[in-house]
């Protein structure tokens, strides 16, 4: 690849100086290694990638931005959000609340309860997943509930440990 011969390994280590994130990193010192006689198809053994990934990380710096512009990826934006920043913000503070205080007969919050209160207060549909992200977003997490029998008779444990002493912690039978 005769597109890396105009790029020096000082430049290369100059701008590995100034990125701070993972791919740029790797690209950078894959130029490098590269360039001090790594072939592409090692490289693409180190970084556990397909040897046209390799020539493509090396493409990227045939180009007239700079190295730290060259190797670092564009600005993804992503899907617009469904609720407006002020509606997301209602929604996070009303999360922060019992669902009985705005109207819903429920003890907490559930992704599925989300999904419902979202839809009829602001008109938008989401996933379950969606809507466990929008609770995770403001700040809520996940408490899986604690089970305890219903008719359970709370002096069982000590009778039970009691027993087990004076068999010596041996199982028998009563």
């Known amino acids: 690849m005769d597109h890396l011969d105009e790029i020096s390994v000082e430049e290369l280590q100059d701008a590995l100086d100034n990125v701070n994130e993972k791919k740029p990193t790797q690209r950078l010192l894959a130029a490098i290694a590269y360039k001090s006689g790594v072939t592409q198809t090692e490289l693409a053994e180190w970084y556990d990638v397909q040897r046209r ?9 045939d180009t007239d931005e700079s190295l730290e512009q ?8 992503g899907r617009k959000r469904k609720l407006s920043e002020l509606q997301q913000e209602e929604f996070e503070e009303t999360v922060h609340y019992p669902p009985e205080e705005v109207g819903i007969d429920a003890s907490t919050w559930t992704p599925a309860l989300a999904q419902e209160y979202l839809e009829e207060t602001y ?13 995770k977003e403001a700040g809520l997490s996940y408490q ?4 305890s029998a219903a008719e359970a008779d ?3 444990p000590e009778a039970f440990h009691d027993e087990l002493k004076k068999s010596g912690g041996k199982w028998t039978p009563p």
């Open 70 to 77: 060259a190797v670092s990826d564009d600005k993804r934006t």
């Open 53 to 61: 990934t390799i020539y493509s990380w090396l493409k990227r710096l």
């Open 123 to 135: 008109g938008v549909e989401y996933s379950i997943p969606s809507c466990r992200r929008l609770l």
């Open 144 to 147: 899986k509930p604690r089970r």
């Open 154 to 156: 709370k002096d069982e």
